[in-house]
């Protein structure tokens, strides 16, 4: 080959290269988006949610959230005697509202019994279910739900009258337990009585009020619910102190907030502000200081749950300070559990496993890092 020729072939082979390294061979349509490497340089918006939540996008616009509530549990979900919701799951209620719309009275709290929860959430009836509701397979599996967390470990037991002088379940042989229909109750009572081989009577009950109403009436001889809904029932009863919890517990029941399938940036939100809350009461931050500390603190986690460092908020499609807002509305966990369920409340309940990780004893609340 000619050397002229060899000089034309390198010149005509850096000009393509040169045109497939910058892109810019022919014109590009008006609509087409440009290629990026690892390299390039990230776009002005790459601080934007990664995809859109229709949930959060309608909560904002209808500037209320709806909430599903349970119809009446004393230290959960109930009303006072002014009209207004009180409670544990109430509370985290609030929090949501306080960090999506920055108002923690924007919430319209929903009541539903445990047949209706799951087709509520599925129709779009309410944003958030917040309903003493188990994690279990078959209900994110089956029930079209997804679960954004635990707030509450609890477990399942049983109540009776002191006057039977029972020392353990096991002595229930041939006794009538009273349990509501279409709940994991209803199926462990059924799974522990078989697998022990002990006979027994159930009482199936249209809902949890009608269970513990059933139990007041002698209609059974025990009364079998999460650890904290029969320590919420005993204190409804006429003489309080007349009637026990037994010492076994037949189940595991990690109670949590439920989001409809399929909006995974909504699921996120509720997961994180139940998270900001754990993570909240760890740090020390709590509904008094949070603004102080925002202000003052040097510690860069409390500066990053805060919003004043890092753009949590802005992944989130929420404001800044939006974990500021929502452990300003009722408090973080552990005011929450103390206010309703624990030493301040009238059922008076241990944290137990409710206890943070790192306590003594510990227990398994663990806050996720916001970082």
Request: charged content about 25%.
């Amino acid at each position: 080959m000619r050397a002229d020729g060899i000089g034309r072939w390198r010149t005509a082979g850096a000009a393509v290269l040169a045109c497939l390294t910058l892109l810019a061979c022919g014109p590009r349509g008006r609509d087409e988006p440009a290629e990026t490497t690892p390299e390039s340089p990230a776009p002005a918006d790459a601080a934007a949610p990664a995809f859109a939540s229709p949930t959060l996008a309608a909560v904002k616009r209808r500037g209320r959230l709806n909430c599903g509530v349970h119809e009446g549990l004393v230290g959960f979900a109930f009303t006072d005697n002014r009209g207004q919701w009180r409670g544990f799951d109430a509370d985290f209620c609030r929090a949501v509202a306080a960090a999506v719309l920055g108002d923690p009275d924007a919430v319209r709290f929903v009541p539903l019994t445990s047949s209706q929860r799951f087709s509520a959430l599925r129709s779009g009836g309410i944003d958030v279910l917040w309903r003493t509701t188990s994690w279990t397979l078959a209900r994110e599996a089956g029930e079209g739900v997804r679960f954004a967390g635990i707030n509450y470990y609890d477990g399942q037991g049983f109540l009776v009258r002191r006057s039977l002088d029972l020392a353990s379940a096991a002595e229930l042989n041939g006794a009538r337990i009273c349990v509501q229909r279409a709940s994991t109750s209803e199926l462990n009572v059924s799974d522990w009585f078989r697998t022990r081989g002990i006979e027994y009577t159930p009482v199936v009950t249209a809902n949890e009020e009608a269970a513990r109403a059933a139990y007041g009436r002698e209609d059974c001889d025990a009364l079998s619910a999460d650890l904290s809904a029969l320590a919420a029932a005993r204190t409804t009863l006429a003489n309080p102190e007349q009637h026990a919890i037994l010492p076994d517990v037949i189940s595991k029941e990690p109670l949590g907030p439920a989001v409809k399938r399929g909006d995974e940036a909504w699921t996120s939100v509720i997961r994180w502000t139940l998270n900001a809350l754990m993570l909240a009461e760890e740090l020390g931050v709590t509904a008094e200081n949070a603004d102080r500390l925002a202000e003052e603190t040097r510690d860069p986690r409390i500066q990053r749950l805060l919003g004043e460092a890092g753009d949590a908020g802005t992944m989130l499609g929420l404001r800044a300070d939006w974990a500021r807002s929502a452990i300003k509305a009722r408090g973080n966990y552990g005011e929450i559990f103390a206010r309703n369920l624990g030493a301040d409340s009238s059922l008076d309940l241990e944290r137990g496993l409710n206890a943070q990780w790192n306590a003594r004893p510990g227990g398994l609340i663990y806050g996720l890092p916001i970082r």
